[in-house]
């Protein structure tokens, strides 16, 4: 069993930064992915950015070059830091936790975080 501890989601006018942080706790395996989702009201979960244990991390298109996750190995701890934030970028970012390297399995099939708050003011 895994757990995963989001937090450092709030409000934000837009152009600030937010960080937010997942913990995972318990049987964590050598091969894992940890992500970050978000999702808007009335939308579906999207990929924002994922950490894999065995390549390079990955950062979705639509926030790429504003957004970059990092991961503290010793703490089981990845980060999303969150630059000039949107209006748009508003919405739940969850975190996601699988013991596998596919990015699919471990949507379907993962842990997931309760999800932490991130709301941007125009």
Known sequence: QVQLVESGGGLVAAGGSLRLSCAASGEIRTINIMAWYRQAPGSQR???????????????DSVRGRFSISKDNAKNTIY?????????????????????????WVRE???????????VSS
Do not use: I
Request: aromatic share 14%.
């Open 46 to 60: 999207e990929f924002v950015a994922g950490f894999p244990t065995t390549r390079n991390p990955t950062v979705a």
């Open 80 to 104: 999303l830091q969150m630059n000039s934030l949107k209006p748009d970028d508003t919405g739940v970012y969850y975190c996601n936790y699988g013991p596998v390297n596919n990015y699919d």
């Open 109 to 119: 099939h993962g842990t997931w975080g309760r999800g932490t708050q991130v709301t």
